[in-house]
C-alpha cells in the first residue's frame, strides 16, 4: 500500500514551500547567503532552519545585490515531507516575522504549486530606481532615493528608456560573469522602461501627496525585463541620468548597446535607490 | 553721520536670518539643543557657528521631539551685523549642508524679512502622521511610518477626526508643561484634520505608484492648528487609531477633550511616524 502523495511533494521525499517577501537591503550584504556576511537570504534560512528545525537552502527569483530592496521577492525551499507536515503558513509567517522583521517581513508562506520553481518559473522582473533631482539631498528618502543635484531633463530620458525596449545584447550594462568571455553575448528582453516625476509639492497647497519628497522632486524609473544580468538596472540608470545631464544623448543608447563596451556606460547609479518591485510567473 | 541702516538689522547690531530645514529626527533627541545630546538644534548651531565664528542661539517655529520629523521647519538666528555682511545665502547653505547633510538639510537661508520672528509670527503649524495597517510591517517605511497591525476603519477614524476641528482646550491630549497646574486650559484651534488611505497597491497594476508602501496600506493623518502643545499630535494619533481599532468611538473624542483627563485619551503613537510638514506665516 502506498502512501497518498503529499501535495507539493517532488517525489524525493521533501515538499516545496513558496515565500514572498520584502526587504530593506541596508545593512545586508545582498540576497545570496555569504559566509560571515550578513544577508538577506543567510538570514531568512537561519530563521527557517530555527523553525523547521532542518538546514534549509533557499533559491530567489532574483538575487539582490548588497544595498537593493525588494518589495516582492519571491524564494523557495524544499523541506522534508516529514517537517512540512508539521507546518502551519501563518505560524510560519509570523515566527518569521518576529525574527526578522521589521527589515524583512514574510509576506506569503505555503506549499508551492506543483512544478513552480522561483528562480526558472519567473516570466519577468520589475525594478524600480528612485532618483531625488533637487539642490540638496532629502533627509527623509536618503535611504530610498539616489540625489542628484540639479534637475533631470525627464524628455530625454525616456526617449532613451524607449531606445532600450525589445531585445540587445547587455554586455555594455553588466558587471561580466566570472568565467565568461567578453565575446559571450548577454541577450536580455526589456518588457517595460519609463520615467515618471512625481511633482515637486508646493508648501502652499495644502495637504500635498502624502509621501511627498521633502525637498524637491522625485523621480521613478521603472523596468521590466524577462531577465536582468548583474548591476543591469544600476548601469542603466547611471547612464540614463548621464542623458538627463546633458552628458550622452538619447541617441547614444543604442550605440553603447551595439558598443558591448561596459566603458563607454555610465557609472552604476548607487545600490540604495534601487528595488525589486514585482516578479512575474505565468497564470 | 550714521550708518545707513542695515537690512535686517533689530538696532541692536544684529541681523536677523530666517533658514528653512528638512531632517531625519532618527538619532536626534528632538530640535531643542541639550548638553549632550544629539539635537537638530544644537547641529545647526554648531554648524552656523563654525561658519560665522560667533555663538548662535536659535528659535524654531515648532520644537519637535525626540525623533520626530520635518519636510519644512522655520529657525530664526539674530547675527552680529559686522558677521552678517560678509555672509552669502548660499554659500551658507553650502556649507550647513556639506557639515549636516543628508540627516539635516537647509532648504533655504538668507536675511529675515522685517519684524520676522520664527515661532510668533508662526500663524499655523501642520504636521503629518503616516500609519501603516497591514498584517506586516513595512521594511521600507519603517522609519516612517507606524505599523499597526490589521485593518483600520477610515470611516470612523475620519469622524473622529472632525470632532478636532474649532477651538478646544486640549489638555487630555497634551503633556503637562513643567510648572502648569492641570486647572491650567490649554486652548488650540484646529483648522484641519483629516486621514486619507493611499490604495493598496495592485501586485498586478504595474507600474504601481512610485513610493507605493511594500506590504499593505498606508494612511496619513494631516493636522493643521494654530499652535500645538507638547505631545498634541501623537496623543491624538492613538486616540484616533484607537476609535480605528473599534476600542473607542468616534464620539468618545468629544468626551474625552471635555474630560480635560489624559487618562482617557489613548497612548501616544510613536514619534518616527510624525513629520512637521510645514508652518504658516501671514503674506
Known amino acids: 500500500m502506498s502512501e497518498p502523495p503529499v501535495s ?7 515538499v516545496r514551500w513558496r515565500l514572498r517577501l520584502a526587504y530593506n537591503g541596508a545593512g545586508f550584504h ?41 518589495l516582492d521577492q519571491v524564494v523557495h525551499v524544499d523541506l522534508p515531507a ?8 501563518s505560524a510560519v509567517i509570523k515566527s518569521c516575522n518576529s525574527q526578522l522583521g521589521p527589515a524583512i517581513v514574510v ?11 522561483a528562480r526558472r518559473s519567473a516570466k519577468a522582473r520589475r525594478y524600480r530606481y528612485l532618483v531625488v533631482d533637487a539642490p540638496v539631498a532629502d533627509p527623509l528618502l536618503s535611504g530610498l532615493a539616489w540625489h ?17 525596449l525589445g531585445e540587445h545584447d547587455f554586455r555594455a550594462f553588466c558587471r561580466r560573469v566570472p568565467g565568461s568571455t567578453p565575446d559571450d553575448p548577454i541577450p536580455r528582453r526589456v518588457l517595460d522602461a519609463r520615467w515618471s516625476r512625481l511633482s515637486d509639492p508646493d508648501r502652499d497647497d495644502w495637504p500635498g501627496p502624502a509621501l511627498a519628497p521633502a525637498v524637491g522632486d522625485l523621480l521613478a524609473f521603472e523596468i521590466e525585463a524577462n531577465a536582468f544580468c548583474h548591476q543591469m538596472v544600476r548601469s542603466l540608470v547611471g547612464t540614463l541620468v548621464d542623458v538627463g545631464r ?9 550605440w553603447i548597446l551595439r558598443s558591448a563596451d561596459r566603458q ?9 535607490g534601487l528595488t525589486l518591485t514585482a516578479v512575474g510567473y505565468e497564470d
Not at 107 to 117: I, Y
Not at 247 to 252: A, E
Not at 264 to 272: E, F, R, Y
Open 30 to 70: 545582498g540576497f545570496a547567503a555569504q559566509e560571515g556576511q550578513p544577508t538577506v537570504g543567510g538570514a531568512l534560512a537561519e530563521a527557517l532552519g530555527r523553525i523547521t528545525r532542518t538546514e534549509v537552502s533557499l533559491t530567489c527569483a532574483g538575487r539582490t545585490d548588497s544595498g537593493v530592496h525588494a
Open 246 to 254: 546633458g552628458r550622452k544623448r538619447p541617441s547614444d543608447i543604442l
Open 8 to 14: 507539493g511533494g517532488l517525489g524525493d521525499g521533501t
Open 148 to 164: 542628484v543635484a540639479g534637475p533631470l531633463d525627464l524628455r530625454s530620458m525616456t526617449a532613451a528608456a524607449d531606445a532600450l
Open 82 to 89: 516529514e517537517v512540512a507536515a508539521t507546518l502551519d503558513p
Open 107 to 117: 509576506r506569503e508562506a505555503g506549499v508551492a504549486p506543483e512544478g513552480f520553481d
Open 264 to 272: 563607454q556606460a555610465g557609472q552604476p547609479a548607487p545600490p540604495h
